[in-house]
């Protein structure tokens, strides 16, 4: 199982960090740039998982993340006007899905 991490860039970019929790040194980051994405989209943890993770990185107590809650997905809800963006994964792969509200789709199609 992988841990992540987020970092927001600005307007609709960030970067995914997965960390193996058996061997912190087996990383890999993911940087996504949306064009005309919601800037201030704030990521929702979906399908909890139990307990929390602990990032002590740096020497300064103030850049930790500690009690941070895991879960098995992230949606950004709403990253376009009815249209969420979730990330998951899926054994050592990395997918994601753009799913639309029932509105969104009754607009495209009706």
Same mark, same amino acid.
């Given at each position: 199982?992988?841990s992540?991490?987020?970092?927001?860039?600005?307007?609709g970019?960030?970067v995914?960090?997965f960390?193996?929790?058996?061997?912190?040194?087996?990383?890999?980051?993911?940087h996504v740039?949306? %064009?005309?994405?919601?800037?201030? $989209?704030?990521?929702?943890?979906i399908? +909890?998982?139990?307990?929390?993770?602990? @990032?002590?990185? /740096?020497?300064?107590?103030?850049a930790?993340?500690?009690? %941070?809650?895991?879960?098995?997905k $992230?949606?950004?809800?709403?990253?376009? +006007?009815?249209i969420?963006?979730?990330f @998951?994964?899926? /054994?050592?792969?990395?997918?994601?899905?753009?799913?639309?509200?029932?509105?969104?789709m009754?607009?495209a199609?009706?």
């Amino acid at each position: 199982m992988l841990s992540s991490r987020i970092s927001y860039l600005n307007g609709g970019e960030f970067v995914i960090e997965f960390v193996n929790p058996a061997d912190p040194a087996l990383r890999e980051s993911v940087h996504v740039a949306l %064009v005309g994405a919601e800037p201030n $989209v704030e990521p929702e943890g979906i399908d +909890p998982l139990p307990g929390v993770t602990h @990032y002590y990185i /740096g020497s300064d107590p103030k850049a930790w993340l500690t009690n %941070v809650k895991r879960s098995r997905k $992230v949606r950004y809800r709403y990253l376009y +006007p009815g249209i969420d963006l979730i990330f @998951y994964g899926n /054994g050592p792969q990395l997918e994601f899905d753009f799913e639309a509200s029932q509105e969104r789709m009754c607009l495209a199609s009706c």
